[in-house]
């Protein structure tokens, strides 16, 4: 089997955290629109630098979680009021208060199954490689050390264009981002 190296994208890996901000405002006033960061910890002001737009999943659980006290209501005023009506101790047919828990555990539930399903959606999270932890950058990212990752599928992406934009942000070391293919010339 012979192998194939394809770049998709470069990596650019900073000492501290404020060199990364500046670089990350860098590669956003440039117009790159595919391209992420990497920290070891949480940085104030990165998403600030990066351009994101605040994220969905605070509205998705909470929509969700509406839905699933609202459910949770409607199915127990459906069960006591016109399913299986039981008169106990002279107390109304819909008493609300007795329906309280139920209601609260199915909006917590519907809300936490659609928070984790979003996270999963927006992050990305359900693919099963990536080049970036093939290579050792994952490794030295995740002890002390910040990373910008320019993906070549962008549009504006030109390997020694984003190697001169890095350099210039303050990076001293950017590395070539490989995905190593394997070719199959078997007869079978």
């Not at 928070?115 to 990536?130: D, E, N, P, Q």
Request: hydrophobic share 45%.
């Amino acid at each position: 089997m012979a192998e194939r190296r394809k770049t998709v994208g470069v990596v650019g890996l900073f000492d501290d955290p404020q060199t990364l901000l500046a670089a990350a405002a860098a590669v956003r006033d440039e117009g790159y629109e595919r391209w992420d960061c990497h920290t070891p910890y949480p940085v104030h002001g990165l998403d600030r630098a990066m351009n994101n737009p605040p994220s969905p999943i605070p509205a998705i659980g909470l929509a969700a979680g509406l839905i699933g006290a609202v459910a949770g209501m409607l199915m127990q005023w459906w069960t006591s009021v016109v399913d299986y009506p039981i008169l106990i101790g002279g107390k109304p047919l819909f008493s609300w208060p007795a329906f309280v828990p139920i209601t609260f555990e199915l909006f917590v539930l519907f809300a936490a199954l659609a928070t984790m399903a979003g996270m999963i959606g927006f992050c990305r999270l359900g693919r099963w490689r990536s080049p970036l932890h093939g290579s050792n950058v994952m490794a030295e990212v995740t002890g002390a050390r910040f990373a910008i990752v320019l993906d070549a599928r962008d549009k504006r992406f030109s390997e020694i264009a984003a190697r001169r934009l890095l350099e210039k942000s303050g990076c001293r070391d950017v590395r070539p981002l490989h995905e190593t293919q394997q070719e199959d010339r078997s007869i079978i």
